[in-house]
């Protein structure tokens, strides 16, 4: 069997003028970086023209530690879309390097439904993350700068700033650091650290953004720190804004590429999805509904995560509105939620599979709350047995929910077809708007407590001190109306991560909240989030190579 990057290489791409070409862009609009990619300029975003697009949302039920392949189905189900006479797009999130020298590897899809060049997209690509770190850190040496500075210094207080740097790697050893040793000369000492580069929340702005305005005046509202006096300082008091959005001049431009079978992929910024809003751009997705009948995308980890920030977020502040949702469900993840283990996981369990179809139910019941209409993709693996398959099936229609087993990694848009098939009667037939799940001029704890219960399945929730202070701090700076993004564990429903299926009659704990009034969001904290991942024991990048003619392998 062919491995991800064996496949990729042996499809031959077509020069990205002609993938422009059939989008009706033109090949003097293109900046090209190369033959197989280019950025394409903001004109091409037409409301018009958006405005008949249909948009599919794909979202998954909680997934294992390997993820259920919704990168790789919306890939697919972008092809088959094509494969029947659709004209579609796929409009995904640029990988970032650590996951891909860690343990997840990249984020181009798999075997047959792939998004190319892979080496390039997974390998620092047209440098987007590059410059969302340079502008990111940019702003933590004007900060420290300030507060080094006699003549100019807005009187800081170090122990209240949180913005620390970036850097798009796993590397533990930078979470906790020191800063300014060595000296009156070489800074103030004060305790900071290092996110990776993906939990930005530049990298968050950059993908709300509508334009370069809209990205300069988000840049200027994030909150810094307070002065000795209680004054609060944003970037704009620190004139940092211009200069951000200057190092961001072309990262803002969507990223033009193709997947295996030639169909166009606009391949644009990366948030988190368990700290931020988990999905690609405002400007891509806006772009591709412009260019396109359809367009797929993709919101990170569970429905409970990013699918809720996709909607209550992203589309609130874009004026978006699914017509679709389709939920990947695999078969090991909902034996992984009936209690097997996950050694175990490819081995036939009816019984396990019957214990974890609540987990399914749960996120099929969420997806109702925005008033959408779901279509289940059962993204198939080789040990799947057809009476696992059939009782999915199965449970799917007496829930009254259209259900499709997709092959999507063996056969590419072929196996899915189906599932386009029913896609489109869903989108089509879809006659209103999706509803946020909360009102913004609700309380924020109002806005945590409806997400928690009616999202998680919460019984209540809980602040500890911290948080209670943080609560406190927002009031005053009059930021209660922002937008909510709980940061919590992708693998369970709850804030505990080893509480899998559906859980029940639980309590969430928020340890603090953070303010991101950039990205126009408040994140409350639960569970024990990790802003700054570690490589693990045997690190991906073991196996990836180069040979003297410049083949990488071992990218997966």
Same mark, same amino acid.
């Given at each position: 069997?062919?491995?991800?990057?064996?496949?990729?290489?042996?499809?031959?791409?077509?020069?990205?003028?002609?993938?422009?070409?059939?989008?009706?862009?033109?090949?003097?609009?293109?900046?090209?970086?190369?033959?197989?990619?280019?950025?394409?300029?903001? &004109?091409?975003?037409?409301?018009?023209?958006?405005?008949?697009?249909?948009?599919?949302?794909?979202?998954?039920? @909680?997934?294992?530690?390997?993820?259920?392949?919704? +990168?790789?189905?919306?890939?697919?189900?972008?092809?088959?879309?094509?494969?029947?006479?659709?004209?579609?797009?796929?409009?995904?999130?640029?990988?970032?390097?650590?996951?891909?020298?860690?343990?997840?590897?990249?984020?181009?899809?798999?075997?047959?439904? $792939?998004?190319?060049?892979?080496?390039?997209?997974?390998?620092?690509?047209?440098?987007?993350?590059?410059?969302? !770190?340079?502008?990111?850190?940019?702003?933590?040496?004007?900060?420290?700068?300030?507060?080094? @500075?006699?003549?100019?210094?807005?009187?800081?207080?170090?122990?209240?700033?949180?913005?620390?740097?970036?850097?798009?790697?796993?590397?533990?050893?930078?979470?906790?650091?020191?800063?300014?040793?060595?000296?009156?000369?070489?800074?103030?000492?004060?305790?900071?650290?290092?996110?990776? +580069?993906?939990?930005?929340?530049?990298?968050?702005?950059?993908?709300?953004?509508?334009?370069?305005?809209?990205?300069?005046?988000?840049?200027?509202?994030?909150?810094?720190?307070?002065?000795?006096?209680?004054?609060?300082?944003?970037?704009?008091?620190?004139?940092?804004?211009?200069?951000?959005?200057?190092?961001?001049?072309?990262?803002?431009?969507?990223?033009?590429? $193709?997947?295996?079978?030639?169909?166009?992929?606009?391949?644009?910024?990366?948030?988190?999805?368990?700290?931020?809003?988990?999905?690609?751009?405002?400007?891509?997705?806006?772009?591709?509904?412009?260019?396109?009948?359809?367009?797929?995308?993709?919101?990170?980890?569970?429905?409970?995560?990013?699918?809720?920030?996709?909607?209550?977020?992203?589309?609130?502040?874009?004026?978006?509105?699914?017509?679709?949702?389709?939920?990947?469900?695999?078969?090991?993840?909902?034996?992984? &939620?009936?209690?097997?283990?996950?050694?175990?996981?490819?081995?036939?369990?009816?019984?396990?599979?019957?214990?974890?179809?609540?987990?399914?139910?749960? &996120?099929? !019941?969420?997806?109702?709350?925005?008033?959408?209409?779901?279509?289940?993709?059962?993204?198939?693996?080789? +040990?799947?047995?057809?009476?696992?398959?059939?009782?999915?099936?199965?449970?799917?229609?007496?829930?009254?929910?259209?259900?499709?087993?997709?092959?999507?990694?063996?056969?590419?848009?072929?196996?899915?077809?189906?599932?386009?098939?029913?896609?489109?009667?869903?989108?089509?037939?879809?006659?209103?708007?999706? $509803?946020?799940?909360?009102?913004?001029?609700?309380?924020?704890?109002?806005?945590?407590?409806?997400?928690?219960?009616?999202?998680?399945?919460? !019984?209540?929730?809980?602040?500890?001190?911290?948080?209670?202070?943080?609560?406190?701090?927002?009031?005053?700076?009059?930021?209660?109306?922002?937008?909510?993004?709980?940061?919590?564990?992708?693998?369970?429903?709850?804030?505990?991560?080893?509480?899998?299926?559906?859980?029940?009659?639980?309590?969430?704990?928020?340890?603090?909240? !953070?303010?991101?009034?950039?990205?126009?969001?408040?994140?409350?904290?639960?569970?024990?989030?990790?802003?700054?991942?570690?490589?693990?024991? +045997?690190?991906?990048?073991?196996?990836?190579?180069?040979?003297? $003619?410049?083949?990488?392998?071992?990218?997966?």
């Amino acid at each position: 069997m062919k491995t991800d990057i064996e496949i990729a290489r042996s499809i031959p791409l077509k020069p990205i003028v002609q993938i422009a070409e059939q989008l009706g862009i033109h090949p003097d609009d293109l900046e090209l970086y190369g033959k197989y990619k280019a950025k394409v300029p903001l &004109h091409y975003i037409d409301p018009k023209k958006m405005a008949k697009g249909k948009l599919i949302l794909v979202s998954a039920i @909680s997934p294992t530690p390997a993820g259920e392949g919704k +990168t790789t189905v919306s890939i697919g189900l972008t092809q088959a879309l094509n494969r029947i006479g659709k004209q579609s797009i796929v409009a995904l999130r640029e990988p970032s390097l650590g996951p891909v020298f860690g343990i997840k590897g990249g984020a181009t899809g798999g075997g047959y439904s $792939q998004v190319l060049p892979m080496e390039d997209i997974n390998l620092h690509f047209t440098g987007d993350f590059a410059a969302v !770190e340079k502008a990111h850190n940019l702003l933590a040496a004007l900060i420290d700068n300030n507060i080094q @500075s006699k003549n100019r210094s807005l009187g800081l207080d170090p122990r209240t700033i949180a913005w620390k740097r970036v850097m798009d790697m796993n590397d533990r050893a930078l979470r906790h650091i020191v800063t300014g040793l060595g000296g009156t000369s070489s800074g103030v000492p004060r305790e900071t650290g290092f996110d990776i +580069t993906a939990a930005s929340e530049i990298m968050a702005i950059l993908c709300l953004a509508e334009n370069l305005s809209d990205l300069k005046q988000r840049l200027g509202n994030i909150f810094v720190g307070f002065t000795h006096d209680k004054k609060p300082i944003y970037a704009h008091d620190l004139k940092a804004e211009g200069a951000m959005a200057a190092l961001l001049k072309d990262a803002i431009k969507p990223n033009l590429v $193709q997947t295996i079978e030639g169909t166009p992929a606009l391949i644009h910024g990366g948030p988190f999805a368990n700290i931020a809003q988990g999905t690609n751009t405002v400007i891509a997705t806006k772009m591709a509904l412009s260019l396109s009948d359809y367009t797929v995308t993709e919101a990170g980890f569970g429905f409970d995560l990013g699918a809720e920030k996709f909607l209550d977020i992203k589309c609130r502040a874009a004026g978006l509105s699914p017509n679709a949702v389709v939920l990947v469900a695999t078969i090991r993840a909902l034996k992984y &939620h009936g209690g097997k283990p996950l050694a175990d996981l490819k081995q036939p369990d009816l019984k396990a599979l019957e214990a974890g179809i609540v987990n399914l139910q749960k &996120h099929l !019941e969420n997806i109702r709350l925005f008033h959408l209409s779901p279509v289940v993709a059962i993204n198939r693996f080789a +040990t799947d047995s057809e009476e696992e398959l059939a009782f999915v099936r199965q449970y799917c229609e007496q829930q009254g929910v259209p259900v499709s087993v997709a092959d999507v990694w063996g056969s590419g848009g072929a196996g899915a077809e189906e599932l386009a098939e029913l896609v489109v009667k869903a989108a089509e037939t879809c006659c209103h708007a999706f $509803q946020p799940l909360y009102p913004l001029n609700e309380t924020v704890e109002t806005k945590i407590a409806t997400i928690a219960q009616k999202i998680y399945g919460a !019984e209540a929730v809980d602040y500890t001190p911290k948080a209670k202070a943080a609560l406190r701090k927002i009031d005053t700076l009059g930021l209660g109306g922002l937008a909510v993004c709980v940061a919590k564990t992708q693998k369970s429903l709850s804030d505990n991560p080893a509480l899998l299926g559906r859980p029940k009659d639980f309590i969430i704990t928020v340890r603090d909240i !953070e303010i991101a009034a950039g990205a126009g969001f408040l994140i409350p904290i639960t569970g024990d989030i990790m802003r700054m991942p570690g490589l693990p024991e +045997t690190p991906a990048s073991e196996n990836i190579d180069i040979d003297d $003619q410049g083949q990488i392998s071992g990218l997966f």
